[in-house]
């Protein structure tokens, strides 16, 4: 009887050394954000709208609604002008990507009808090169849009969520930009990711639907 007491408390305590040991693991996995507040808890600090060749729209505060804390962004669009998707764009300066480096930049958005929208990171510097582009198709529903990419150069850059070619309004939250293939947020889980070929309208990234 003793020796199966014994036998049953040093198995208690090698399961429970294993789940310190695991879970420790899995907290020192998660990714480093680079973007700074990301989830617009602070919020609108560090983030800036670019309107060029008349453009006109205006970030809000929003707290009805979230993907992760208690606020998101809410980008309300009165006039779309010019012939590219940058003239009206979400993005945040004071960002430094490095050679041969991979990346992923994901955000969560959601828009009062499906609009397109084009996500990747900018070079903050002449010859301005675009890297990880995507052209997605945001829908009515939370869904997480991401792009991976190599950068070929060391730069400062700007992440851009670029938004000039239509006047439909649309939400924006958890914005992540960090080292690495595209890693999903376990908190955040609800469905199981799309991959671009299940989903024709986006090109070059996966979603994530909540």
Request: with cysteine; charged share 25%.
């Amino acid at each position: 009887m003793r020796k199966s007491f014994i036998y049953q408390l040093v198995m208690l305590m090698f399961l429970m050394s294993f789940f310190m040991v695991t879970g420790q693991e899995s907290l020192s996995a998660q990714v480093e954000n680079l973007i700074r507040n990301g989830d617009f808890e602070d919020g609108l600090l560090d983030w800036e709208l670019r309107l060029s060749e008349g453009a006109s729209a205006e970030m809000k505060e929003e707290r009805r609604d979230s993907v992760k804390g208690q606020r998101c962004v809410f980008i309300e669009i009165n006039v779309v002008a010019g012939t590219s998707a940058w003239h009206l764009a979400l993005y945040q300066e004071g960002h430094q990507i490095e050679q041969d480096t991979t990346y992923t930049f994901s955000c969560w958005a959601k828009a009062e009808e499906l609009r397109p929208a084009s996500i990747y990171i900018e070079q903050a510097a002449d010859p301005w090169d675009e890297y990880g582009r995507t052209e997605i198709q945001v829908e009515e529903e939370w869904q997480e849009y991401w792009t991976t990419f190599t950068a070929s150069v060391a730069s400062p850059v700007w992440p851009r969520i670029a938004l000039g070619m239509s006047d439909v309004n649309i939400w924006v939250d958890n914005v992540r930009l960090y080292e690495g293939d595209y890693e999903e947020e376990e908190d955040l889980a609800r469905d199981s990711a799309v991959t671009p070929s299940d989903k024709l309208p986006i090109t070059w990234a996966g979603i994530k639907e909540l």
